[in-house]
């Protein structure tokens, strides 16, 4: 079974760009969560999505967005880029809703860089 | 804010020895997982321990679990510098999300 893919694996932007990065999870998984790794604040969770709807949020401005397709990828959309946005961007999937009961499966991530 | 708080934040130690890294939350919990991750990779998950349970081994892992004192301690036995990466515990916070800590790094010298 392949693992959780993320595409690009590396983006280097301008500050006010605005950055698409991609998900897809392991075939059959349902959920697709999103976290922001940076060196200062660690794993910090932005979204999960479970079936296309949108089920928890993290505590991230407006310009964080994302959404999830009927095959279950999923895109998050960062819009008007800050430098503070450069990160690590993680993806994970999960057959239910993430929680701690569940194992999640990370994709290799989305190093992004503003400039 | 984290949840789950990793101590110490950075460990060093000497193949063969091992290793013993602690996680402490704030609220209560169902579960607590211990991920691994290597430098700039994404995370993998070790293992999972049930509210309910007070240690759970994994080949070379073990993991206790203490709810009283809303503690859990990784250790790793007989480390070998593939064990060198990033260690982070993750808890359900209050809306059932998974919250990770701040991670430990680990680094085994040969």
């Known amino acids: 079974k392949a693992g959780v893919t993320q595409t690009p694996r590396y983006l280097i932007k301008t500050r006010g760009q605005q950055v698409t990065l991609s998900c897809s999870p392991i075939s059959g998984h349902r959920s697709v969560s999103w976290y922001q790794q940076t060196p200062g604040q660690g794993l910090q969770f932005l979204f999960e999505?479970?079936?296309?709807?949108?089920?928890n949020k993290g505590n991230f401005p407006g310009r964080f967005s994302g959404r999830q397709f009927s095959n279950s990828r999923s895109e998050m959309n960062v819009s008007t880029l800050e430098l503070g946005d450069s990160a690590l961007y993680l993806c994970a999937s999960s057959s239910t809703p993430a929680s701690s009961t569940d194992t999640q499966y990370f994709g290799p991530g989305t190093r992004l860089t503003v400039l | 804010s984290q949840q789950g708080e990793e101590d110490p934040q950075a460990l060093s130690i000497q193949e063969g020895e091992n290793a013993t890294m602690n996680c402490s939350y704030k609220t209560s919990i169902n579960n607590l997982q211990w991920y691994r991750q290597n430098s700039g990779r994404g995370l993998v998950h070790l293992i999972l321990?049930?509210?309910?349970?007070r240690e759970k081994h994994s080949g070379r892992l073990r993991v206790t679990l203490d709810t009283s004192k809303k503690s859990s301690s990784l250790l790793i036995t007989a480390s070998r510098a593939a064990d060198t990466a990033s260690y982070f515990c993750?808890?359900?916070?209050?809306?059932?999300?998974?919250?990770f800590g701040k991670g430990i790094t680990l680094s085994v010298r040969p």
């Open positions: 993750a808890t359900d916070a209050a809306n059932s999300k998974l919250t």
């Open positions: 321990i049930r509210s309910n349970e």
């Open positions: 999505y479970f079936s296309e709807t949108q089920r």
